[in-house]
């Protein structure tokens, strides 16, 4: 084997067996391979489309995942179970004229033919396309956007952000929408990435589709899992959003089970029975997106905590909401103990040193449940952790032009946040947007039975129950969030987009100004 | 390409009434099992092969449970083949044999039942997924059945709620269960309580017959999903199954009404399979 990419984390390698490691690598970096056994020819290599994830200033993780028959029911979807080498290259033209990058990485049945390979050594705040490639048949060409230098004057980020795709609620036209914005460096996918559920006569409200007995049971094995991630993935707008922008996600509960914490079930496996579940569930969302190495797990432990610099505009903190959290609080005075936690001791202090030492103008935060509270019994949220919410907001506060981004809760809620109301001195300490789900629960209405629970709070501006995503431009002088909606999913992919509310966030005001 | 997964080892088997629990000891993290392949053989046959034929579960967990196994007793002959992330399959375990316990509901004669014994609640009122409703029709949190006039889908709610639920008004229901006999039974009686699921909490259901306690059945902490689905033979159901047979204290039932009598305690709801009196032949 050749060495691998200098981008590989010692520790990561170091601290896996020599196969592993080999495969880790390999699907990262594979020079020597190039030369190796042709595949045999298949239609749709590419089938699951192209991704690239986790830009830096001087590049970007590239993924795709071989799967001629996405969805073959033995979850490694059509390829025979043998490595292929996989091209890439690497373009500052659409047309490939002008390729500056390109290398080999090999897709082998461990990680159910997924490569991760990341491109570096290329300029900063540059747009590049990419593509891959197996013997003669080439993939769609996807394109990212270098972050801007460190510490360098930017003049303008913009965000899309994506929550609670539960495919079988509705057509993804909300992603259709988002990949068609004129401006887009950066889709963050909030969490519920995947849905666990069995997909069945009851819940299949995605009208037109049609799925096999396979999709009927809620999802266990390594094999199912990645059953789900090609289903979901096998959608056209999605592929095409993935293609559009680079991308970077967290997870919620759903990418394993419903409401799971830790280590513990939410129906009452015992947890050295559900690490098992937990480790696959983990390897399946490093398989199917375009993530760092370094979200490779470990058994039933992984890392996907990671930070983006946006050049002197905006410091991006991907946060980790699930894993690390204490149990939910068994009564009153469990849940307002001083020493709950929701990110874990280690995780805590690597997001307040992240806001202390931050010189950007935006501090952002990307968690999976959202901090505003709202009412006392939402303990999956925040809610359920009030004096790791004190603590996360007096950091915030303390770092200022804080800006919270959440999804969970399949609707559109725009919050300022302030101290008084969380338990600490009065003054606004940054502002939560909170995406609505793409399809999670389908069409919606505006309001619903929940409306009252959030809309009794001043500080939250804006709520709306149905589908969509959000929009964030980033400048020096202000944030502007425009919450978009699409009035159907269930019938078919071709609803509008309409704008359910935009507001503008000066810097330095922790206010949400609706235009 | 990485190695095979190793051998599954570490066997074990129990046997419960219709059903068998298999554990093993699990395999290391690398390479990553995708699944666990549980098969089925006669236990005739000593030297048979699995194959696809036998195969009777996938499972994630060193554990499965199989069920729907015939009331009358069953044994069969497991063996268990790990599968890697890479689709590599180990060596077969060792055949370990294992045999599930015969049911009162088999080798009993049938005094009286409510639903069938079929791991299904879907023939009880309000199921599969209505259970809101059963505050509204039981205000009083006590549900009265008469056996031979009332009919299960009409009067047998598939949930009994308990203290844990507050859907239900956290209140501790009680169902009465009025049993007509021509005659005292002759010999032993035995009650079979199957359940489908059974909440995350747990809890305690108490049986009183003729006024009289009989018995306090510590509930299993389920899946907490019998609620909304009520099929648990479904194929990756993940519905925690659960049954209960004791023999009623001797003279508990006599000639003409009695009156069966279960209080949800403690705990969240049951979410009945069925429930039945058996005398014992011999």
Redo the contacts between chains.
């Keep these: 084997m050749s060495s691998p990419s200098p981008t590989l984390s010692r520790r990561r390698l170091l601290g896996l067996s020599g196969a592993s490691a080999a495969v880790l690598a390999l699907g990262v970096n594979a020079p020597d391979v190039a030369s190796a056994d042709p595949l045999p020819h298949r239609e749709n290599l590419f089938g699951l489309g192209v991704a690239s994830g986790y830009p830096r200033e001087d590049g970007a993780v590239l993924w795709t995942r071989l799967a001629p028959e996405p969805l073959a029911e033995d979850g490694h979807g059509g390829m025979p179970l043998r490595s292929a080498p996989v091209k890439w290259e690497v373009s500052e033209t659409r047309d490939f004229r002008r390729i500056v990058k390109r290398g080999t990485a090999l897709a082998q049945p461990e990680l159910a033919h997924s490569v991760h390979p990341r491109v570096e050594g290329l300029k900063a705040a540059t747009d590049y396309f990419y593509r891959f490639s197996v013997g003669p048949q080439k993939s769609p060409v996807g394109r990212f956007r270098t972050l801007p230098a460190a510490g360098a004057a930017t003049e303008r980020f913009t965000v899309g952000m994506i929550s609670c795709q539960a495919w079988y609620h509705g057509h993804f036209a909300a992603h259709r929408h988002l990949a068609q914005e004129e401006d887009l460096d950066l889709t963050i996918f909030l969490g519920d990435y995947i849905y666990e559920y069995g997909i069945t006569a009851a819940n299949l409200w995605r009208q037109g589709a049609e799925v096999t007995p396979a999709h009927a049971v809620e999802i266990e094995t390594l094999e199912q899992y990645r059953l789900r991630y090609a289903l979901t993935k096998s959608d056209p707008h999605l592929q095409a959003l993935h293609a559009r922008a680079a991308a970077v996600a967290i997870w919620d509960d759903h990418e394993v089970q419903n409401d799971y914490v830790g280590a513990a079930s939410s129906t009452g496996i015992p947890a050295e029975l559900f690490a098992h579940r937990i480790a696959v569930a983990y390897r399946a969302f490093y398989e199917n997106l375009p993530v760092d190495i370094d979200a490779l797990p470990q058994g039933p432990e992984s890392d996907i905590l990671a930070g983006l610099e946006v050049g002197s505009l905006a410091r991006i903190t991907l946060m980790d909401t699930r894993q690390f959290r204490d149990a939910p609080p068994v009564d009153e005075a469990d849940r307002v103990r001083e020493d709950r936690t929701m990110l874990g001791a280690a995780q805590e202090r690597w997001v307040t040193e992240r806001l202390r030492t931050s010189q950007s103008r935006w501090n952002v935060l990307a968690g999976g449940v959202v901090l505003a509270p709202i009412t006392d019994d939402r303990t999956d949220q925040w809610d359920g952790y009030p004096a790791a919410r004190r603590r996360l907001l007096a950091e915030m506060r303390r770092a200022g032009n804080a800006v919270m981004l959440t999804g969970d809760i399949h609707k559109h809620v725009a919050a300022e946040l302030r101290g008084e109301a969380a338990g600490l001195p009065a003054g606004p300490a940054g502002v939560e947007l909170v995406t609505t789900s793409a399809a999670s629960d389908g069409d919606g209405a505006k309001t619903d039975k929940y409306t009252p629970d959030w809309v009794q709070h001043d500080y939250v501006r804006h709520y709306d129950g149905r589908r969509g995503y959000l929009h964030l431009r980033f400048t020096p002088e202000q944030l502007t969030s425009s919450f978009w909606i699409v009035p159907w999913v269930e019938s078919d992919d071709t609803a509008p987009k309409e704008l359910s509310a935009r507001f503008t966030t000066p810097a330095g005001t922790s206010r949400l100004i609706e235009d | 390409?990485?190695?095979k997964p190793q051998t599954v080892t570490g066997v074990a088997t129990t046997g419960a009434v219709s059903r068998v629990e298999l554990t093993w000891t699990?395999l290391p993290?690398?390479?990553?099992?995708?699944?666990y392949r549980v098969y089925a053989l006669p236990t005739t046959g000593r030297h048979a092969k699995p194959d696809e034929t036998h195969l009777v579960g996938?499972?994630?967990?060193?554990?499965f449970v199989h069920h729907g196994l015939d009331p009358a007793g069953e044994a069969f002959r497991y063996v268990i083949v790990a599968v890697?992330?890479?689709?590599?399959r180990g060596r077969p375990s060792s055949a370990v044999v294992g045999e599930s316990q015969a049911s009162v509901t088999a080798t009993g004669r049938e005094l009286a039942r409510i639903g069938e014994f079929d791991g299904k609640s879907l023939e009880l009122r309000f199921s599969p997924a209505e259970y809101g409703q059963i505050p509204k029709a039981y205000p009083t949190a006590v549900i009265d059945y008469v056996q031979g006039v009332d009919t299960p889908g009409e009067a047998w709610p598939y949930l009994l709620p308990g203290p844990g639920d507050a859907w239900a008004g956290r209140k501790t229901y009680r169902t009465r269960w009025t049993v007509p006999l021509d005659a005292a039974p002759q010999r032993d009686v035995d009650l079979a309580l199957w359940f489908v699921d059974t909440t995350?909490l747990g809890g305690r259901l108490d049986v009183a017959v003729n006024g009289q306690d009989v018995r306090s059945v510590e509930l299993a902490?389920?899946?907490?999903?019998g609620s909304r689905e009520g099929d648990a033979t479904?194929?990756?159901?993940?519905l925690?199954r659960s049954g209960h047979e004791f023999a009623l204290p001797a003279g508990a039932l006599t000639a003409g009404e009695n009156v069966v009598e279960f209080t949800l305690a403690e705990g969240g709801w049951v979410a009945w399979d069925a429930l039945g009196l058996y005398e014992r032949r011999s």
């Design positions: 390409m990485s190695k699990p993290w690398e390479p990553l099992i995708d699944h996938k499972t994630v967990y060193p554990r890697s992330d890479a689709g590599r995350r902490k389920g899946a907490t999903r479904l194929p990756g159901s993940t925690v």
